[in-house]
């Protein structure tokens, strides 16, 4: 597990500093990877509120220059990110403060491009010290991330906060050196991995044969997905819409999938991947025929990839992908071409791993699944 720790204190050996200590080390014992920054010697300016963050996809897209660049590389870098700040005026200090508004272009929600979150996955959690009592001094930033959280539809893993009666002694209690353990230990069994080191170990991937295709072959794989807002085109562009639905397969679809998709594909030299746990049932797949199209025979469908719902964001799809882009490559296509399905959760993955809309349309792929966006990958 990831974790970057942004500490937002003016004193770099004060009490906020002092209650990350044991907190750092814990995570650390539990062989979490941690970054720990100091932000009161980084040189981070105040939001301009400008709204170019917003025009820009796929990247963060801030127009200012400072150290905010190399902050957010660390923030994107993380499975859990912790706010460790005391409270100044009942909110977060200034340079934390800015730190949290510059963070504005990991949400795209405020301008014409699809909506998007750039860290989506991603937990915040919150170490708090305050001279006030907990709820009277730091309830309010506490809540006030909850909001963040919920809006960008983060995962919010909750606050830890320790009251200032002593200065810095207040902080070496037995009691707030163990809460500051104990909360490190929350936070990594809620937080999820969401990077793709993650694979679990003992999974393993290999190209299927026809020898492999029982039709029960799929039969533990999870298809489900709660869909809420897909992508729809309107005047020519691309706008999310509030759609809901839930995605599911039966034994008839599964057997479907095995019976025809696979063996179609490996009988016409295409290849299919699977992913099998430890338990050698096979939780992520893809599909890739082996026949070139498009005007100039550049496009290679990528037919299907999938990874079961428990299995979801641990890098199972990133990897799958990568495979049918080097396959795809050594069978001498120039782009891959992909019918994707239009949920906000796909649209999510095939945009930040590079696809856009495809500059030809195979209407026959097209007319199959009228609501899928045709996109590209360049090879
Ligand atoms: C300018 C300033 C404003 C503060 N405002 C609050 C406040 O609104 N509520 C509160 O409970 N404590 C407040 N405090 C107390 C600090 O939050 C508390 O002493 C904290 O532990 C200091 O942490 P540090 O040593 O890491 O900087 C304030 C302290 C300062 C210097």
């Known amino acids: 597990m990831r974790v970057c720790i942004l500490m937002g204190s003016p004193r770099p050996n004060g009490n906020t500093a002092e209650l990350c200590k044991p907190f750092i080390e814990e995570l650390r014992q539990h062989k979490a990877e941690v970054e720990y920054i100091t932000l009161h010697d980084k040189n981070i300016a105040p939001c301009v509120g400008c709204y170019h963050c917003q025009k820009v996809k796929d990247d963060y897209g801030c127009i200012q220059t400072d150290d905010m660049q190399a902050i957010i590389e660390k923030i994107l870098w993380a499975d859990i990110l912790v706010f460790a700040t005391p409270i ?8 934390m403060k800015a730190v949290m508004d510059r963070m504005y272009g990991l949400n795209k929600f405020y301008g014409k491009i699809p909506r998007s979150t750039l860290n ?9 010290t305050c001279g006030y009592d907990l709820d009277h001094g730091a309830g309010l930033l506490d809540e006030g991330v909850r909001r963040w959280c919920t809006h960008s539809g983060l995962d919010y893993l909750g606050m830890y906060a320790v009251r200032d009666k002593d200065n810095l002694a207040s902080f070496q209690t037995h009691e707030a050196i163990q809460g500051a353990r104990q909360f490190a230990q929350h936070i990594l069994e809620k937080g999820i991995d969401t990077k793709p080191s993650n694979i679990p170990p003992g999974f393993n991937t290999r190209e299927l044969s026809l020898a492999d295709l029982h039709p029960d072959l799929l039969q533990y794989f999870n298809r489900h997905q709660e869909v809420r807002r897909c992508l729809r085109k309107e005047g020519g562009n691309w706008v999310l819409k509030d759609i809901s639905f839930t995605e599911e397969w039966d034994i008839a679809v599964k057997k479907e999938i095995v019976e025809k998709d696979f063996t179609d594909c490996i009988k016409s030299s295409g290849t299919v991947w699977g992913v099998f746990n430890r338990n050698k049932a096979l939780i992520a797949f893809a599909c890739l025929p082996s026949h070139l199209f498009g005007s100039k025979n550049q496009y290679l469908q990528l037919m299907q990839i999938h990874v079961s719902s428990e299995c979801r964001n ?48 195979n209407e026959k792929l097209a007319k199959l699944e009228p609501y899928d966006r045709q996109m590209e990958f360049v090879l």
């Open 88 to 95: 100044y005026t009942w909110q977060a200090t200034p340079h």
């Open 120 to 128: 989506k996955g991603q937990s915040y959690a919150l170490i708090a």
């Open 314 to 361: 641990n890098g199972l799809g990133k990897m799958l992908f990568e495979l049918c882009t080097d396959k795809a490559r050594n069978l001498g296509a120039k782009k891959l071409y992909i019918s994707t399905h239009s949920s906000e959760e796909s649209q999510y993955f095939y945009t930040k791993i590079g696809c856009v809309d495809a500059e030809e349309i």
